[in-house]
């Protein structure tokens, strides 16, 4: 990912977070981070951006998904499969013991997602969406 490749990002962040939408300041202070510590990955069709991933490494056990997506139009296409064995197959080849992130409750497509790639759901964090108070599900996959 780098900045050429934010409008498509801003319209599929508008379109399928439209209460959590992140702003193209927030990804600029993510590509701040040093690349030990991030990774922001795109899928491209043809040179047409259709889904995109990142992921956060701590520097010690943990490394957390922050954001995942792919264009509604090709869902169901194994993207969104490709983008996150991207990111934990690059966890596991730094080194890392463990891939965690939140997912909102009321999202079944990605909680099966997760599920289906070895994550357990481990925890809630209630009311953890602001401002609409949706409570986050908090999820957990072993490396070693
Ligand atoms: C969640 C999300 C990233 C999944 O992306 P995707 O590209 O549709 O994911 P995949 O295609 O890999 O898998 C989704 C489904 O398609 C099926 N599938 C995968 N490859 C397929 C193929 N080649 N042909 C047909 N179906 C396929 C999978 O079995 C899966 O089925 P299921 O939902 O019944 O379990 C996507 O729906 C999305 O962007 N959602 C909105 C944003 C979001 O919720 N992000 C996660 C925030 S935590």
């Given amino acids: 990912m780098t900045s050429a490749d934010m409008a498509g990002i801003m319209a599929l962040e508008q379109e399928l977070f439209p209460e959590d939408a992140w702003t193209p300041e927030m990804f600029a202070a993510e590509f701040a981070q040093p690349p030990s ?48 064995t991207a990111l934990v197959d690059e966890a596991d080849k730094r080194g890392y013991e463990e891939v965690l992130l939140e997912v909102r409750e009321d999202n079944p497509r ?9 994550f357990t759901e481990i925890g809630i964090r209630r009311g953890y969406y602001q401002p609409s108070g949706v409570d986050a599900v908090v999820m957990r996959k072993a490396l070693r």
């Fill in 37 to 84: 510590r991030r990774l922001y990955l795109v899928a491209e069709d043809g040179g047409t951006l259709i889904g995109y991933a990142g992921m956060m490494f701590t520097g010690g056990t943990q490394s957390d998904v922050v954001t995942l997506a792919v264009n509604p139009a090709r869902w169901g296409e194994g993207t969104g499969t490709a983008l996150l």
């Fill in 110 to 118: 990605a909680r099966r997602l997760y599920l289906r790639h070895g």
